[in-house]
């Protein structure tokens, strides 16, 4: 682990984030105080989507469009309990 100050740390900042991409720990100190730790960034992972990727991997039965009862449309229209 590599231990600097405020003041070194902006003398040498190229030479710290290439420590930092290296996989090694900086840590930036206030005087004796440790107040940052400077590590490298792993952008995500972004997968590749396609529309219509999840085709056929779900079902619901024709009743699915049938009008729903009085009493569950007023529930949705926020009458009632």
Same mark, same amino acid.
């Given at each position: 682990?590599?231990? @600097?100050?405020?003041?070194?740390? /902006?003398?040498?900042? #190229? /030479?710290?984030?290439? =420590? =930092?991409?290296? &996989?090694? +720990?900086? !840590?930036?100190? %206030?005087?004796? /105080?440790?107040? @940052? %730790?400077?590590? %490298?960034? +792993?952008?995500? !992972?972004? !997968? *590749? %989507? #396609?529309?219509?990727?999840? /085709? &056929?991997?779900?079902?619901f039965d024709e009743s699915f469009f049938d009008p729903l009862p009085d009493e569950e449309l007023r529930l949705w229209n &926020? *009458?009632?309990?």
């Amino acid at each position: 682990m590599t231990i @600097v100050t405020v003041h070194q740390a /902006k003398t040498h900042l #190229s /030479k710290l984030i290439a =420590a =930092a991409e290296r &996989g090694e +720990d900086v !840590v930036i100190a %206030r005087g004796t /105080k440790a107040a @940052v %730790r400077l590590i %490298r960034y +792993d952008a995500p !992972v972004l !997968v *590749e %989507r #396609s529309f219509g990727a999840l /085709k &056929g991997q779900g079902a619901f039965d024709e009743s699915f469009f049938d009008p729903l009862p009085d009493e569950e449309l007023r529930l949705w229209n &926020g *009458e009632g309990d």
